[in-house]
């Protein structure tokens, strides 16, 4: 833990470090006994993009496998960066990492309908297990990688960068110290527009659209800045049939989060338009991010009591990513708990399970405790 005082965090010259304090994550890293060895499955856009290159910038944590069902992915990832062909896996074989003892962990980043069979699978092979977002496609599926990982005593932590990146907690921190005030209403948007032909447009693959895929973004800023969990939602969707992008998954959806001290979420998602961005909307103020959760560049801006000023933070020592992949680590090496463990994962799908149903069925949905 960070040892920053609340005064630091809330005052104007807060510094980083500070800044993960309420957010339950230490901005530093700790003198680790051993790197934890990770083995990375899908070789695609986000993990060869940004996942393997940010090993470098990890103290905790070192990629000491991959597995990929493109011979020349392994052929060409591994040897950019290291990787022995002993390390080298298919899908096929994916179960053998089990007599790999450099392997402690296995970060999942397949498409979204094939989290929850590798998470289970590497939990039975005795790995602890870092998955993307969303966790899965159903609650169900969420409950069986809990249930798998608890039974074979390994961390099952899902892939919320947000909750590593500096402005984000700080965000957290802010808003749920109430330096605008007390919070009252949340809003959260984020969209782009889907490229045709992929993954992402086919349900039986994804899962669902833009909600599964990019409105999860909002949903968690929503309960992360608030800390709460809401009680109902209601949600409209839009989605245009004729377009081929959308024959199977939903483009837009507008959703009404209600928490129980009463602060209201206004949440977008969008496969059809440009949104990275949320605000908290305190009784004397507001914090704003835009754009709020992009891989590099968020920009900060706070209103209180009638001023409006940027808020800028030092560059990190860790970025998001490796600060990600250095928690789980972390979490093996001391025994603690993620903070975006399974259970978060599940949260979220429970509600977006919800908001399909509050927009399928043209009502409010309550959620249960
Ligand atoms: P991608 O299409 O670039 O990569 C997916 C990989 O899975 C490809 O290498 C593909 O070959 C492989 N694959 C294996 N079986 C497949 C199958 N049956 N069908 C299709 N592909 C198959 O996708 P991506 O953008 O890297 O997304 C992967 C995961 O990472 C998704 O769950 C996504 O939500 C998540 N993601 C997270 C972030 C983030 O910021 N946290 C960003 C991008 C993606």
Same mark, same amino acid.
């Given at each position: ?31 680790? $006994? ?10 695609? *856009? ?24 493109? !011979? ?6 591994? =040897?950019?960066? #290291?990787? $022995? ?15 790999? $003892? ?31 977002? $969303? ?71 994804? #899962? /669902? ?14 309960? *992360? ?62 914090? =704003?991010?835009?754009? =709020?959760?992009? *891989? ?17 933070? !030092?560059? !990190? ?17 001391? /025994?603690?708990?993620?903070?975006? =463990? /399974?259970?978060? #994962? ?24």
């Amino acid at each position: 833990m960070t040892t920053g005082s609340r005064r630091e965090v809330l005052g104007m010259g807060a510094g980083l470090a500070a800044a993960g304090v309420a957010a339950g994550f230490s901005a530093r890293a700790f003198a680790a $006994p051993r790197k934890i060895g990770y083995a990375v499955v899908g070789l695609g *856009y986000y993990a060869t993009r940004q996942i393997l290159p940010n090993f470098a910038n990890c103290e905790q944590s070192r990629l000491v496998a991959l597995v990929s069902g493109t !011979p020349s992915k392994l052929e060409q990832y591994g =040897a950019q960066y #290291g990787i $022995p062909r002993t390390h080298r896996y298919n899908y096929a074989e994916f179960d053998r990492i089990r007599d790999n $003892p450099d392997i402690d962990a296995v970060y999942v980043v397949l498409p979204n309908s094939l989290h929850a069979e590798y998470t289970i699978r590497a939990a039975q092979a005795g790995k602890h297990v870092l998955c993307e977002k $969303p966790m899965a496609t159903s609650v169900a599926e969420c409950q069986a990688m809990i249930a798998a990982c608890r039974k074979a005593g390994k961390k099952l932590m899902i892939g919320y960068r947000s909750r590593f990146e500096p402005y984000n907690r700080l965000a957290i921190e802010l808003a749920r110290g109430g330096h605008v005030g007390p919070t009252r209403l949340v809003t959260a948007e984020h969209g782009f527009p889907i490229q045709p032909d992929q993954w992402r447009l086919d349900k039986a693959l994804s #899962g /669902g659209g833009s909600m599964m895929d990019i409105g999860i973004y909002s949903l968690n800023a929503a309960r *992360y800045l608030t800390g709460e969990e809401p009680v109902e939602v209601s949600a409209v969707e839009s989605t245009d049939r004729a377009d081929p992008r959308f024959r199977t998954v939903e483009d837009r959806v507008s959703f009404v989060l209600r928490f129980p001290s009463g602060v209201q979420a206004n949440c977008i998602s969008s496969y059809s338009s440009s949104h990275n961005a949320y605000r908290v909307h305190g009784t004397q103020g507001w914090i =704003a991010m835009e754009p =709020a959760t992009p *891989y590099t560049g968020q920009a900060m801006t706070i209103r209180k009591d009638g001023v409006t000023a940027p808020r800028t933070l !030092p560059p !990190p020592a860790r970025n998001q990513f490796a600060g990600q992949l250095d928690h789980l680590a972390e979490c093996v090496l001391t /025994g603690g708990a993620p903070i975006v =463990a /399974g259970e978060e #994962g599940l949260a979220d799908m429970r509600i977006i399970e919800a908001i399909y149903r509050s927009a399928a069925e043209r009502r409010i949905v309550e959620l249960k405790a």
